[in-house]
């Protein structure tokens, strides 16, 4: 099956400064997905970015399929940016298939 | 607003005691699905479900019932609750199959089986 690795594992920050989380998988994909996941356990789209680049307010990603990698970047971190945030790529499977999460990159941002 | 709604947020019960766990989306997604988050785990998924009347077993389904009558609900079931179902529970959704667009995931159920 895909492999889905990200790195760092953990990372802290001072605020105001930028960051830079990568996914590495495994196998050709046609849909990539960054999740937050927020001290309180909610588990928030970022982005769907199965290629190219997007952006949204400070935070944005890049997909290369052809070299299996995606990036996030964080810039001017804030500490509400703090939890982990995943990547997840789609895996079919029988008429179906499921969502292939890495381990994550815990995140905490000081003030 | 398009989203995924999960009820109840946080729930304790006995062990043996029948539960449900409801999950309804807004957006008129054909794909639904249910995971489950542990420690050390990560993220693995109970059922799935590609439209009305279809669903699938997914990779720990055992313990667990779902049922899709409505295009907008896919409910979990816990029939006779054990402490290992103890976890933290999401149910999500996407418009199309395959991974294709993106998943909206609902805000989760922390469970504790006593």
Redesign the interface.
Known sequence: GIQVEQSPPDLILQEGANSTLRCNFSDS???L?W?HQNPW?????LF?IPSGTKQNGRLSATTVATERYSLLYISSSQTTDSGVY?C???M?Y??????I?G??TELSVKP | EAQVTQNPRYLITVTGKKLTVTCSQNMNHEYMSWYRQDPGLGLRQIYYSMNVEVTDKGDVPEGYKVSRKEKRNFPLILESPSPNQTSLYFCASSLFGQGRGGYTFGSGTRLTVV
């Open positions: 994909v046609n849909n997905q999740f356990g909610q588990l928030i789209n769907y995943f997840a790529v789609f079919i029988n008429q179906g298939g499921k969502l999460f381990q994550g």
